[in-house]
């Protein structure tokens, strides 16, 4: 086990609903970051948060956003999903400039 | 911009027997690599990862990749597998200052049969 943890592990919205998704960080991981692997893809990256500020950006729309606390958890909010939102969402935290750990995912299905 | 090919989306292979993943990558920089596998309804787990120094990585569970910079390529192999490495793997690039923004490949699924 690595230490990150996501909730929650499944979640089933309709199309333009929203939805939060968390993660827990490893203990001493100031850096997380999230991905989004639809079925059959690899991940593809979403965002980063270091310290509680965005640390870069994948070719993603700003319906997704997120957030980091003080204690360095963080969350991803999708807007006005879509069908292809559809997706096993990842998050992933690391000291500055070490290994990523990767949590289990959460499965977010749209319908 | 980076971007990785895994050139095989499935490998058939019966146990005991060598296995290859194969991974180009295409980049205008350096870049750090690394392989992930993935079991089924669970996160990455960091098989190995290629940073400098050495060309040969060696990782857990007995896997190995060996970097070619000539070639773009960092290729995953076992000598011997066993039927609990059935899984999806992942190549993955990440350029020196990219801090921890992988780019992945689609995925092979390897498929280790008794």
């Known amino acids: 086990e690595t230490g990150v943890t996501q909730s929650p592990t499944h979640l089933i919205k309709t199309r333009g609903q929203q939805v939060t998704l968390r993660c827990s960080s490893q203990?001493?991981?100031?850096?997380v970051s999230w991905y989004q692997q639809a079925l059959g893809q690899g991940p593809q990256f979403i965002f980063q948060?270091?310290?509680?500020?965005?640390?870069g950006r994948g070719n993603f729309p700003p319906r997704f956003s997120g957030l980091q606390f003080p204690n360095y958890s963080s969350e991803l909010n999708v807007n006005a999903l879509e069908l292809d939102d559809s997706a096993l969402y990842l998050c992933?935290?690391?000291?500055?400039?070490?290994?990523?750990?990767f949590g289990p995912g959460t499965r977010l299905t749209v319908l | 911009a980076q971007s990785v090919t895994q050139l095989d989306s499935q490998v058939p292979v019966f146990e005991e027997a060598p296995v290859e993943l194969r991974c180009n990558y295409s980049?205008?920089?350096?870049?750090?690599l690394f392989w992930y596998v993935q079991y089924p309804n669970q996160g990455l787990q960091l098989l190995l990862k290629?940073?400098?120094?050495?060309?040969l990585v060696k990782g857990i569970n007995g896997f190995e990749a060996e970097f070619n910079k000539s070639q773009t390529s960092f290729h995953l192999r076992k000598p011997s597998v066993h039927i609990s490495d059935t899984a999806e793997y992942f190549c993955?690039?990440?350029?020196?200052?990219?801090?921890?923004?992988?780019?992945f490949g689609a995925g092979t699924i390897l498929r280790v049969k008794s």
């Open positions: 992933a935290s690391s000291a500055p400039a070490d290994t990523q750990y």
């Open positions: 203990s001493g991981h100031n850096t």
């Open positions: 948060y270091y310290r509680e500020e965005e640390n």
């Open positions: 980049s205008s920089v350096s870049v750090y």
């Open positions: 290629y940073l400098s120094g050495s060309t």
């Open positions: 993955a690039v990440d350029n020196l200052s990219g801090g921890n923004k992988l780019v």
